[in-house]
């Protein structure tokens, strides 16, 4: 199954960090990926990393990648107001017709307060 | 230009209406998509256009019809939609090489679509 599991709700005070879990069931998952969705907005990718890979940074944003307990997480440091929104995170599965759609979790809700 | 834009933001629509959805990039992809969102759930992909060929149709009812007309644009005609049809409507697009299973999608912002 390519089933894509999220925690619904994460609520952060300004300033700490964030932890954003997911976790996925098809080990032949090539890429994985974070979007973000804010109000009334379409998605927007944040970030991606390789199946081979455990840890990419890029700024803020670090992700982990637990392939054996097929877990990842993403981590915002310094978490800002402007952070609030919907976090999917996705994997990229190939299926037989050979496309590689993502397929999205249910979403994580990133509130942070002052 | 990384943009993908989307027409009209918001629509009405009896059921007895015939409207359609506009989509449109330049960014040079060669794969668009639809996706239907309801509030508080993931995108649920409805039809994938690869090279301006409809490759994926996830079973998507008649009453929604795609329209690829050339490689930037997009379309969907909606003709006798039901109530619960109303969603945000999404579409994306990305580079279609299909490498290694890196596709990075781009996604518009929307039609937030009601029908009563």
């Known amino acids: 199954g390519e089933d894509v599991e999220q925690s619904l709700f994460l609520s952060v005070r300004e300033g700490d960090s964030s932890v954003i879990n997911c976790t996925y069931t098809d080990s032949s998952s090539t890429y994985l990926y974070w979007y973000k969705q804010e109000p009334g907005a379409g998605l927007q990718l944040l970030t991606y990393i390789f199946s081979n890979m455990d840890m990419k940074q890029d700024q803020r944003l670090t992700v982990l990648l637990n392939k054996k307990d097929k877990h990842l997480s993403l981590r915002i440091a310094d978490t800002q107001t402007g952070d609030s929104a919907i976090y999917f995170c996705a994997e990229s599965i190939e299926p037989s017709g050979g496309s590689y759609i993502p397929t999205f979790g249910r979403g994580t809700s990133l509130i942070v307060h002052p | 230009d990384t943009e993908v834009t989307q027409t009209p933001k918001h629509l009405v629509m009896g059921m007895t209406n015939k409207k359609s959805l506009k989509c449109e990039q330049h960014?040079?992809?060669?794969?668009m998509y639809w996706y239907k969102q309801k509030a508080k759930k993931p995108p649920e992909l409805m039809f994938v256009y690869s090279y301006e060929k409809l490759s994926i149709n996830e079973s998507v009812p008649s009453r929604f019809s795609p329209e690829c007309p050339n490689s930037s644009l997009l379309n969907l005609h909606l003709h006798a939609l039901q109530p619960e049809d109303s969603a945000l409507y999404l579409c994306?697009?990305?580079?279609?090489?299909?490498?290694?299973?890196?596709?990075?999608?781009?996604f518009g912002s929307g039609t937030q679509l009601s029908v009563l």
């Open positions: 960014m040079g992809h060669r794969a």
């Open positions: 994306a697009s990305s580079q279609g090489t299909w490498v290694r299973g890196n596709e990075k999608l781009f």
